[in-house]
């Protein structure tokens, strides 16, 4: 197979001009100019004709919650709503026009949906009489407290509006949830119910509970829904998949859901792929109470095939900026008594990062204030606890100590983060965090270049290794508990296998943002909200290139992933997974970003999509 473009960017250091790819058994054979790959074609080869168009390698999100995401495109959309008056509305609204709407949203997203589902679509929680029609959970997600000045919503306004129906909305950050009455009712949530560990019931003067429950307060109603059924929920994923080659988007790592557990996202995936229906490269993380079945099982970072691989042990440290439960260094300004939520205390996380790591499990750590983050980086930057398949990662590092931006390169642990929070998030972090602490928030330009990796390794980019050398671990050797199988970690294999590099991974938060990457492509390189403010870019020396920002969308996911540093997406050898956009998305500037149209994807050597 022949493909013929404008131009090909392999995004490889010092790549030649080339327009047309030779592919072959769903690689590629060759890069190059296409007169000089039409004679090594064979004769009666097909040919994709992409001319007009710039082809890239194929995005991958390197973080999303994927079957979360799926199922919430069919959820009411609640971003836009500006006030708990408004998500009253929304909701009342849904309920006037019938439980089954759907709205109109686009493949990104980034139109809202109008309609809300129940969660749960078996034949014994539908009936279409009142009674049972009063038993279905309403869902609906995306309320955003700072749109309305960051005070928690109140239950009555739901209660004034679904007095007989049990509603349960999830906010933007997905680390809160907003019921009504009879949610809390079903539940036995009530005055006497106490806190869970790390969750907080927020209640009135009187000790009442408004309906705002934060963190693990939410697994309260979130463990007792309903989960979909395994035909919606498989619809919902291939639903999801065609999205995301709409967007140019081949490759997915799969975090777990929050709020939705079950059906497990692994087994649907594989199911999928039994029918030959997968057409998305999915690396697929561990929830953090499914670590005892990993190792029992014999389950370990990278063991996979070419669609469906397993990756890390997805952990917590705190919460999110949004409901102010991110940990920090320093309490939150205007309010002394709030550091944040410290979901995991630096002791238990090594403990559990070094038994997942004896059972050659990698760790995918959560964590969004600067002391989540400082806690992270002593942890995961112990050289003892290596994971030769694949690195450690930090999901998000929205707020880095600025003496500690240099460590994750240095240390080889991937930056995962999702530039469209800063859309949303600027205005807010100046807010509760302060503009001193805010040099160090969303820091993409400072984690890909830290000055300790350009000033000892004499590198500028995220593709080098540093020859940095890595301190000894100041903790003993971890040796395993009782009853452990150790499988193939042992403490002298890191010590002998080079650091990984530092790398730069992006993606999106979906559902938390929208999945669409034109966003992070103009939050990264514009550092800006979408209405251009601030005019100068916030904290615009963090800035990147597009040329970074697309790397940090297939290179990083792919060395994030576990592969080779020689693995350079459309190099001889490597997956036919490409995408062609109608303009050169490296000479794209301002609003061109946003405008940016994928017209083709290819996974495999498969057209999988075409405007």
């Not at 960017?9 to 100019?33: E, F, I, M, Q």
């Not at 809202?112 to 009142?130: F, H, K, T």
Request: with cysteine; glycine share 10%; charged share 20%.
């Amino acid at each position: 197979m022949l493909v013929l473009a404008d131009r090909v960017h392999t995004l490889a250091p010092a790549a030649p001009p080339a327009d047309a790819l030779l592919l072959r058994d769903g690689r590629v054979r060759a890069c190059g100019r296409a007169d000089e790959l039409l004679p090594a074609s064979s004769s009666g080869a097909g040919v994709i004709d992409l001319r007009g168009c710039t082809i890239t390698p194929g995005l991958t999100d390197a973080h999303i919650h994927l079957l979360e995401w799926a199922l919430s495109r069919q959820e009411l959309e609640l971003a836009s709503c500006r006030s708990p008056n408004e998500v009253a509305e929304a909701v009342g609204r849904a309920l006037d026009g019938g439980a089954g709407e759907r709205g109109s949203g686009g493949a990104g997203d980034t139109a809202g949906r109008a309609g809300i589902l129940p969660l749960s679509d078996s034949p014994g929680r539908q009936g279409g009489g009142a009674d049972s029609r009063s038993a279905v959970w309403l869902r609906g997600r995306g309320w955003n407290a700072h749109h309305w000045g960051g005070a928690y919503p109140l239950r009555s306004l739901l209660d004034a509006v679904a007095p007989d129906r049990p509603v349960v909305l999830q906010s933007h950050d997905m680390h809160a949830l907003w019921v009504n009455s009879r949610a809390l009712e079903q539940v036995g949530i009530g005055a006497d119910t106490p806190d869970p560990e790390g969750g907080v019931i927020v209640r009135d003067a009187d000790g009442q509970p408004t309906g705002v429950l934060l963190e693990m307060a939410a697994q309260l109603v979130a463990t007792r829904l309903p989960p979909p059924s395994v035909a919606r929920a498989e619809a919902a994923l291939l639903d999801a998949q065609a999205a995301l080659h709409r967007l140019g988007i081949t490759g997915v790592h799969s975090f777990p859901g929050i709020h939705v557990r079950e059906p497990d996202t692994f087994w649907l995936l594989q199911r999928l792929q039994e029918r030959d229906l997968l057409r998305l490269r999915v690396l697929q993380h561990i929830p953090a109470d499914r670590l005892d079945d990993a190792i029992r099982l014999g389950l370990r970072s990278g063991f996979g095939g070419e669609w469906i691989r397993t990756g890390a042990l997805k952990l917590f440290l705190d919460g999110a900026l949004g409901s102010r439960t991110a940990l920090l260094r320093e309490p939150y300004v205007g309010e002394p008594g709030n550091r944040g939520l410290d979901a995991l205390s630096a002791e238990t996380l090594r403990e559990v990062v070094a038994r997942a790591a004896r059972a050659g499990i990698a760790a995918a750590v959560h964590a969004i204030g600067d002391a989540a983050v400082e806690r992270a980086l002593d942890v995961l930057a112990d050289p003892a606890l290596r994971v030769p398949a694949m690195p450690h990662r930090i999901e998000h590092l929205q707020l880095c100590p600025p003496d500690r931006l240099a460590d994750a390169a240095r240390a080889g642990i991937v930056a995962s983060m999702q530039p469209a929070h800063l859309i949303s998030d600027w205005r807010p972090a100046l807010v509760h965090w302060g503009e001193e602490r805010c040099a160090g928030a969303y820091a993409f330009r400072s984690l890909l270049r830290g000055a300790t990796n350009e000033r000892e390794s004499g590198t500028v980019g995220q593709w080098e290794m540093s020859r940095t050398p890595v301190p000894p671990s100041p903790h003993p050797p971890i040796a395993p508990s009782a009853g452990e199988r150790p499988g193939a970690y042992s403490r002298e294999a890191p010590s002998r296998a080079q650091p990984w590099p530092g790398v730069l991974a992006f993606g999106s938060d979906a559902p938390v943002e929208p999945v669409d990457p034109r966003l992070a492509f103009w939050a990264a390189t514009l550092r800006q909200d979408l209405a251009g403010e601030p005019a100068a870019g916030w904290f615009p020396g963090e800035r990147l290139g597009m040329e970074d920002v697309l790397r940090a969308f297939t290179l990083g996911p792919a060395l994030a992933s576990g592969a080779s540093r020689d693995s350079t997406p459309l190099a001889p050898g490597t997956r036919a997974d490409f995408v062609a956009w109608d303009r050169d998305p490296l000479s794209a500037t301002g609003a061109e970003l946003l405008q940016l149209r994928c017209v083709a994807a290819v996974v495999g050597g498969e057209l999988v999509w075409r405007d």
